[in-house]
């Protein structure tokens, strides 16, 4: 599958007191930023389509709306990752003390779980690569991060995807070429225990590996630092979302058609895909054998390129800018999206329970409801789609949060964490 996208858990503490977003229902918000929520449901119908739905190659409107959504949903994800992280340890000021230990504990505890609701997931050996066990390291990895402030956090989210990119490049070079990761696999109880590669899987070899996502979810935290509800806050981030999606993608196609064969060395490398869309798109196909220095070139969403970060980076801060102005501006139209906000508040919740679907869908009802024939198609989609939508509609109107984030949401008490 192409793109395999996670949730990004919902806030739990209560957004700043400037914030009076009018919640799915019509009342004041009591404990979130509904444009986010909205972001988080859009997401949430990306990742869908990336799993169930058609392939990108059956062209027109429609798969050109698959295509944009393909990784750029699992992007936008993880850059959601960063707000609930920066809620959780203090907005707008950090937690000290024993509330700052606290804090600190909830997240780690949130981690943990997450690295077993993944595994877990995992277990159930469906197409789709579930993120929630690279969500939850990346949760430990940027946690010494949350006292700093916006600026601070988006100057080391650009440093990073200036030069992680590059040194996962390098590493997964040596680990093709050396036995070391094999000696780290056999050692890791992590890799034992989930009969996974452990550790180096989540960290390089994996399909979202952290070394990789970390920026995104910085720059998440440093969004989340900033007043969303400032005067003319989103349209500057829309421009500055554009700009970024203007600069990786755009950089990305100078870069493969200015470099000599770098097109062509593009195409040998992966699996059969279309290399002329290796600048934005995920039909240039997977990776087959060694990776090229000329993939660091590529911008498509899941290659883990300096260019595929911000230009993932850019498409996301402008959707978030355009949920906030259609939450803040447009209250018909926030009526009208209730039913995809309610996703984005019980996110976690749809993303297992549509792991769990497709496990079942495919041992039991496989050959007798698509005949044999491929599950990605449209009708499935629009299935999934609606399922959930209800589901969280139906939900949200009585709870305020989705089963599975209560039972986080709990876990990490203060009547627990003393």
């Known amino acids: 599958m192409a793109q395999k996208t996670p949730p990004a858990e919902p806030a739990d ?11 799915a229902h019509g009342r004041p918000s009591t404990g979130r930023l509904i444009g986010i929520d909205l972001a988080r449901g859009l997401a949430v119908c990306g990742m869908y389509s990336a799993h169930v739905g058609p392939e990108v190659t059956a062209g027109g409107p429609v798969g050109w709306l698959l295509e944009t959504a393909r990784g750029r949903s699992a992007a936008l994800f993880a850059l959601l990752a960063g707000f609930p992280l920066v809620l959780i340890t203090g907005r707008p000021h950090p937690h000290t003390g024993r509330a700052g230990r606290r804090a600190r504990a909830r997240i780690m505890i949130r981690a943990v779980v997450l690295l077993a609701f993944g595994y877990a997931l995992t277990a159930l050996d469906t197409d789709v690569d579930v993120i929630l066990s690279f969500y939850g390291l990346l949760f430990l990895a940027v946690l010494p991060l949350y006292r700093l402030r916006a600026v601070t956090l988006a100057l080391i989210a650009a440093a990073s995807a200036l030069t992680l990119p590059q040194v996962l490049f390098v590493i997964r070079v040596s680990i093709e070429e050396g036995a070391w990761a094999d000696t780290v696999i056999d050692h890791d109880p992590l890799a034992l225990v989930s009969g996974t590669d452990g550790i180096i899987e989540l ?18 935290m440093a969004l989340a630092r900033l007043d969303l509800t400032r005067p003319g806050f989103r349209y500057r981030l829309a421009i500055v979302g554009g700009a970024l999606a203007l600069l990786g993608y755009g950089s990305s196609w100078l870069a493969l058609h200015l470099v000599p064969h770098a097109l062509s060395v593009v195409a040998t490398a992966t699996d059969g895909g279309s290399a002329s869309s290796a600048w934005w798109s995920d039909t240039v196909g997977q990776l087959e054998g060694r990776v090229p220095p000329a993939w660091l070139l590529v911008g498509a969403p899941h290659s883990q390129t300096t260019f595929s970060l911000v230009g993932n980076t850019g498409v996301a801060l402008a959707v978030v800018a355009a949920c906030l102005t259609v939450t803040e501006r447009m209250p018909r139209l926030t009526r009208l999206a209730t039913p995809v906000t309610a996703v984005g508040m019980t996110a976690l919740t749809m993303y297992v329970l549509h792991i769990v679907a497709l496990w079942f869908f495919t041992d039991v009802w496989y050959v007798a409801a698509v005949d044999g024939e491929t599950m990605s198609a449209l009708p499935v989609l629009l299935t999934f789609i609606a399922a959930a939508m209800l589901l969280a509609v139906v939900w949200t109107r009585h709870f305020r949060r989705g089963p599975l984030e209560y039972a986080l949401h709990l876990a990490t008490q203060p009547w627990i964490i003393r």
């Open 13 to 23: 503490v209560p957004p700043p007191q400037h914030d009076r977003s009018p919640t």
């Open 203 to 220: 960290l390089f070899t994996g399909e979202y590996p952290v070394l990789a996502w970390i920026p995104l979810v910085i720059a998440g």
